[in-house]
């Protein structure tokens, strides 16, 4: 009989392993935490649709942090969420603003940990949207100083990356140009380069109190139709000086994750998002399905598309399964 015996080599545990593709790596998986500007110390709030995940004051961040590390953490990514917001966004950039003591206090205690700071103004802004707005307008240029200071006084309190995530035209070329006028030439730019306006993000609204007043986010975030724009944002922000390029959300975009992998030789990052990480969980906590299983499967297919690191929620989770 002449039929191929794909059996053989998944017959037992030591072939499977020695035959599999990828595997999952801790320093593959970057962990978001949201910092919580607050004189409570002890302030630790869930999130309520991201089960597991906190609004964090300083301290409560630098315990979290203390034992992701221990687990074998590499990587975060911060947000942060101010006591006061205002039409300019101004605490997205104040040089004591939440995000620039958080990387303060974080690299400062552990130098090792590899902090990245998403860099984008609706966290910070009255209206909850990306820029400055003019009536129901997101402006652009205007825009761009903003975020090239915000960018800048990350790096200046210590950030090691900056993840512009606003998708305003030019504003990697502007960020890039601001850290190498101040001297930080050697600090990587990764760009949420391809963000489609997702309903996934749903929970970080919740979590960051960064709903858009009005309006939504389609005028700057691209069409979840679009493959093709996707590799025209990419090589933009390639050429305006992007060191690593980001798919978001991305599960439901492994053919972008992939399409970027082959098109360019820049590693591509991938963000599973809050409304990804909340279904998974939401259909664990009901015993649907097995949470951590369906987890790993859903990181593994993501690094398998061609994403050489990726943002999620499960990564502090994960880790201590990793090792
Ligand atoms: C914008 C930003 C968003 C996310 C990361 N950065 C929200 C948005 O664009 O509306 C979403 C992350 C997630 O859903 O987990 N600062």
Not at 173 to 193: C, K, N
Not at 244 to 254: E, I, Q, R, S, T
Not at 263 to 292: H, M, N
């Amino acid at each position: 009989m002449d039929f191929f015996r794909g059996r053989r080599l998944r017959a037992d545990p030591a072939i499977r392993r020695m035959t599999a593709e990828t595997e999952l790596r801790p320093q593959d998986l970057i962990q978001p935490w949201f910092a919580y500007e607050t004189d409570d110390s002890k302030y630790k709030k869930p999130i309520g649709s991201m089960p597991g995940q906190y609004q964090l004051s300083i301290p409560e961040l630098l315990r979290r942090a203390e034992k992701a590390v221990k687990n074998g953490l590499v990587s975060c990514l911060l947000f942060g969420i101010p006591r006061e917001k205002d039409p300019q966004g101004s605490q997205a950039y104040a040089e004591k603003g939440i995000v620039q003591q958080a990387v303060r206090a974080l690299k400062k205690e552990f130098p090792d940990l590899y902090v990245i700071t998403d860099v984008c103004l609706c966290e910070y802004t009255s209206h909850g949207h990306c820029g400055l707005v003019r009536g129901e307008d997101i402006q652009n240029d205007p825009t761009l100083e903003l975020l090239a200071r915000t960018a800048l006084s990350h790096v200046r309190a210590g950030a090691d990356m900056v993840a512009p995530s606003d998708m305003m035209d030019g504003r990697v070329a502007v960020i890039r140009e601001a850290l190498d006028e101040h001297g930080h030439t050697g600090v990587p730019l990764m760009s949420y380069a391809v963000k489609y306006a997702s309903a996934f993000y749903g929970p970080f609204r919740e979590a960051a109190e960064g709903a858009p007043k009005f309006g939504d986010r389609k005028t700057h975030q691209m069409d979840p139709a679009n493959r093709r724009e996707a590799l025209r944002e990419a090589a933009a922000d390639l050429s305006e000086g992007a060191d690593l390029l980001m798919v978001k959300p991305a599960g439901p975009y492994l053919d972008i994750i992939r399409d970027l992998y082959e098109a360019f030789d820049a590693p591509v990052a991938a963000y599973q998002v809050s409304g990804e990480y909340a279904l998974i969980k939401a259909a664990a906590e009901r015993g649907w399905v097995d949470g951590t299983a369906v987890a790993l499967e859903s990181l593994l297919g993501i690094k398998r598309a061609g994403a050489s690191m990726i943002l999620t929620y499960f990564a502090e989770e994960l880790l201590p399964l990793l090792k």
